[in-house]
């Protein structure tokens, strides 16, 4: 069974950090590419961040770039998402799934966590 988990989220003051991380099982970690997505309240869901290990290739939404790095441990099956200078526009529940690289079916997601930055 595919299992994304992800942990991290919390409630941040404007300008803190957090790390975000999506543990995965079922299927063989180093052939996805997994990424990061975002849903805020009313808004349509979006991507963050991807990272695919097989051709070293990042995607990095425009509004979180220089901020956010996605990265992963293949011996631990985890991606991570390191957040800084968090802004009250990055409040949303961030998702993980597999596979984000688009040259496969975007299918696993993660059931997510949310994340909460106060002004």
């Known amino acids: 069974e595919v299992q994304l988990v992800e942990s991290g989220g919390g409630l941040v003051q404007a300008g803190g950090s957090l790390r975000l991380s999506c543990a995965a099982s079922?299927?063989?970690?180093?052939?996805?590419?997994i990424g990061w997505f975002r849903q805020a309240p009313g808004k349509e869901r979006e991507g963050v961040a991807c990272?695919?290990?097989?051709?070293?290739?990042?995607y990095y939404a425009d509004s979180v770039k220089g901020r956010f790095t996605i990265s992963r441990e293949n011996a631990k099956n985890t991606v991570y998402l390191q957040m800084n200078r968090l802004k009250p526009e990055d409040t949303a529940v961030y998702y993980c799934?597999?596979?984000?690289?688009?040259?496969?079916?975007?299918?696993?997601w993660g059931e997510g966590t949310s994340v909460t930055v106060s002004s």
């Open positions: 990272f695919s290990s097989s051709d070293g290739s990042f």
């Open positions: 079922g299927f063989t970690f180093d052939d996805y590419a």
């Open positions: 799934a597999a596979d984000c690289s688009g040259y496969a079916p975007l299918e696993w």
